[in-house]
T-cell receptor, first 116, second 114 residues
Framework: DADVTQTPRNRITKTGKRIMLECSQTKGHDRMYWYRQDPGLGLRLIYYSFDVKDINKGEISDGYSVSRQAQAKFSLSLESAIPNQTALYFC???????????????FGDGTRLSIL | AQSVTQLDSQVPVFEEAPVELRCNYSSSVSVYLFWYVQYPNQGLQLLLKYLSGSTLVKGINGFEAEFNKSQTSFHLRKPSVHISDTAEYFCAVSDRGSNYKLTFGKGTLLTVNP
């Protein structure tokens, strides 16, 4: 079984719909992240969470919200989807507790989201 | 603010040839540097990382990278590539000023031809 699991893997929906992407992990990591990947742009950070009570905006948080339901679960919501949110979305986790504890991130296989 | 520039968006090479994928970064403080690989329809996998110590870092699948502070570079190299190395490669940087968040480059597509 994968350490970082994203559901669904693919989703096609219409403009204006509310969408939730889910991420769960079995690595026991405190830190979780949501990115979007667009061709030619690399990965950009949407939101991140360093523990259950900590939520932070990333580079491109407008139009998105998140919920950290438990240490192992971090969901991303699009309240009213628009076509330019069509992208590949990745969840990632990392270990580390203090500000100087910088550990590599581990990624899920991604959710391909298409908004018509 | 930190940033990463991957100088080549695409690098085509023949099998068994050497390859170098270039990465330059900017940061005002000490940095941590990473290379990730993304195979088709998969997430990113860590190839190697530089946190401190030796500037020559060895990773998985025969890749290595050298941290050059004076040139603010972290180029990825492999002496002999295989068809299976065809993938997209991402350089990433984090530092204390960004609360250790990762900033990614735009990626380099390595295509290994027979």
């Amino acid at each position: 079984d994968a350490d970082v699991t994203q559901t669904p893997r693919n989703r096609i929906t219409k403009t204006g719909k509310r969408i939730m992407l889910e991420c769960s992990q079995t690595k026991g990591h405190d830190r979780m992240y949501w990115y979007r990947q667009d061709p030619g742009l690399g990965l950009r950070l949407i939101y991140y969470s360093f523990d259950v009570k900590d939520i932070n905006k990333g580079e491109i948080s407008d139009g998105y919200s998140v919920s950290r339901q438990a240490q192992a679960k971090f969901s991303l919501s699009l309240e009213s989807a628009i076509p330019n949110q069509t992208a590949l979305y990745f969840c990632a986790t990392s270990a580390g507790r203090g500000p100087g504890d910088n550990q590599p991130q581990h990624f899920g296989d991604g959710t391909r989201l298409s908004i018509l | 603010a930190q940033s990463v520039t991957q100088l080549d968006s695409q690098v085509p090479v023949f099998e068994e040839a050497p390859v170098e994928l270039r990465c330059n970064y900017s940061s005002s403080v000490s940095v941590y540097l990473f290379w990730y690989v993304q195979y088709p329809n998969q997430g990113l996998q860590l190839l190697l990382k530089y946190l401190s110590g030796s500037t020559l870092v060895k990773g998985i699948n025969g890749f290595e990278a050298e941290f050059n502070k004076s040139q603010t570079s972290f180029h990825l190299r492999k002496p002999s590539v295989h068809i299976s190395d065809t993938a997209e490669y991402f350089c990433a940087v984090s530092d204390r000023g960004s609360n250790y968040k990762l900033t990614f480059g735009k990626g380099t597509l390595l295509t290994v031809n027979p």
